[in-house]
């Protein structure tokens, strides 16, 4: 299990030989040019993309996550994981939608594992007299899923080098961005992050972290960390201590993913997650035991952390509509607005017959990945919100 959050070290001075700050390098501090150069010098072999797919039941959703909708073509390798709770709605929902314009040999789908889920007194609890109830292993089953796969051979054969890999549950992923990977082949490190700061101090969001003087970067999940270290202060800045967030949006090289997978299934690092468990007894409470998939950062030589801005890359669906945060509409609306502020920023203008801070635009992503090449669409035209703008 993990060890308590009690004897980490803030990313702000406070104890660490090497804090994440000297890490960590912002978006708008960052030359785009060099890293797009970096982008055009891959072979497309060389750039995959890994996602993981979930259950959508917080959402109000019997579909995964990823099938649930809140409303181009590339040559880069789609991997993507289900479980076996997801696995056949995953599948059939991308047959339905004809692998949104890629080849089906372009998307490859895998299983993560399962564990046992025991109970508050450590036994195992029964999902029926005969079979022990059993919950998918966390998103970081992903390293000991791909090994057992063999798809890390695979990706090897392809020629892969480098994966993006990020969560299904944010409808502002920025898919394969090249400025985050050409900053990534630029630091020549082992892994990065993409970061922003906490919104506030209870924000549900693991943040980055070193555990102990000189430890290795880390990341610790909110449910872990002590509500008065979560909400502590920095005097020097005034901020939160602990404050650069972690978003799913991570990057690693092959190699490294290679070491990782060997790493985590020797030393078996598990967290708890207290959940409602179906048992013989109905829904009792009981434990998941989960690896995240930020648990491969301490076993990295080198990491580097990108600063990007909340409303262009950060939108999470975590919650059914009707909660206060982080629902598909609040979700629906982030993406709404960015596309927005792209159109004016294009030239163009907007008409609404509602309140504006409820609706927007929404560009196709055939026509911009980023809020590039808008202009020519955009320039002196006028757009009545809500509509699409499509290729």
Same mark, same amino acid.
């Given at each position: ?40 010098? *891959? ?185 008065? !270290? ?13 404050c650069w967030s972690n978003l799913c949006l991570h990057m690693f ?10 790493? !985590? ?6 967290? *708890? ?13 009981g434990f998941k035991l989960e690896q995240f998939i930020f648990d ?39 993406? *709404? ?36 090449? *808008? ?17």
């Open positions: 299990m993990r060890e308590p959050a009690t004897q980490l070290v803030d990313g702000n001075n406070n104890g660490s030989s090497l804090p994440p700050q000297a890490l960590l390098e912002r978006l708008k501090d960052y030359g785009q040019e060099d890293a797009f150069t970096l982008w055009d010098e *891959l072979s497309p072999d060389e750039r995959d993309l890994l996602v993981r797919d979930i259950e959508g039941t917080r959402l109000g959703s019997s579909d995964p996550k990823g099938c649930f909708s809140l409303a181009g073509f590339v040559h880069i390798h789609w991997y993507i994981m289900t479980s076996p709770f997801t696995d056949d709605p995953t599948r059939k929902f991308f047959e339905c939608h004809k692998y949104f314009g890629l080849e089906a040999d372009q998307v490859t789908f895998f299983q993560q594992g399962t564990i046992p889920c025991v109970s508050k007194d450590g036994r195992f609890i029964m999902e029926t007299p005969y079979r022990v109830a059993k919950a998918p292993d966390g998103n970081g089953g992903v390293y000991s899923a791909l090994k057992s796969s063999r798809l890390l051979e695979d990706m090897a054969t392809r020629g892969v080098k480098y994966l993006d890999c990020y969560g299904v549950d944010n409808a502002l992923v920025r898919v394969g961005d090249p400025t985050f990977l050409g900053y990534f082949i630029d630091k020549g490190v082992a892994a990065a992050a993409k970061v922003v700061r906490k919104a506030y101090p209870q924000e549900k969001v693991g943040v980055f972290v070193r555990r102990g003087k000189g430890g290795p970067l880390s990341v610790v999940e909110y449910s872990e960390l002590d509500p008065s !270290l979560a909400s502590a202060i920095n005097q020097g800045t005034g901020r939160l201590r602990f090289t092959l190699d490294f993913l290679n070491q990782v997978a060997s790493g !985590l299934e020797k030393d078996s690092i598990y967290h *708890l997650a207290e959940k409602k468990i179906p048992s013989i007894h109905g829904q009792t409470m491969a950062f301490p076993y990295s030589p080198s990491t580097a952390l990108f600063e990007v801005l909340r409303e262009e890359e950060f939108a999470p669906v975590k919650n059914a509509n009707g909660s206060n945060f982080d629902t598909p509409d609040s979700a629906r609306l982030l993406v *709404l607005r960015l596309h927005t502020r792209w159109v004016v920023a294009a030239g163009g203008f907007l008409t609404h017959s509602v309140p504006l801070y409820a609706t927007g635009v929404e560009v196709s992503p055939l026509c911009s990945y980023a809020g590039e090449n *808008l202009e020519a669409i955009c320039r002196g035209r006028t757009f009545h919100a809500p509509c699409e703008i499509t290729f």
